[in-house]
């Protein structure tokens, strides 16, 4: 009995292992199905971003759906900057790591910036360089 005992933690936390799994998975699984109708497509803990033609949608991933959804157009887009730790950075000097990764979208129109949130700065410079590409 008091090896019963003493593996039952282990048991608990293999049970919480596999929850936590299942739970990562029916977001993915989300997110696939989401981004199927897009030419190109992120996903990451933070923000989901989808490109089709000049209209980007970016919203925020769960386990049941993507929410907080928002779209807008690349052509209403003055201005593309990658934040990382709320410093504007040059593209060909990234920093090894950061804190708090954004692409920040500055409208031609009077509107607030958008900033999509990222994890890796790596992936968030190519996104920045492709969708500069895209704006000129």
Not at 59 to 68: M, N, Q, V, Y
Not at 77 to 88: G, K
Request: aromatic share 14%; with cysteine; glycine share 6%.
């Amino acid at each position: 009995m008091e090896r019963g005992l003493l593996w039952l933690p282990l048991l608990g936390a293999f049970i919480w292992l596999a929850w936590m799994g299942k739970k990562e998975y029916d977001q993915v699984e989300n997110y696939r199905h989401w981004a199927e109708g897009f030419d190109r497509a992120k996903y990451d803990i933070y923000a989901v971003l989808g490109q089709k033609e000049k209209l980007l949608t970016w919203g925020k991933p769960t386990r049941k759906a993507i929410i907080d959804l928002q779209t807008f157009s690349l052509e209403q887009v003055q201005q593309i900057n990658l934040l990382v730790n709320s410093q504007t950075v040059d593209l060909q000097k990234l920093p090894d790591r950061g804190k708090d990764i954004y692409l920040e979208f500055i409208f031609s129109e009077p509107s607030p910036t958008i900033k999509i949130p990222f994890t890796e700065i790596p992936l968030a410079s190519k996104w920045c360089e492709f969708l500069r590409s895209q704006i000129s």
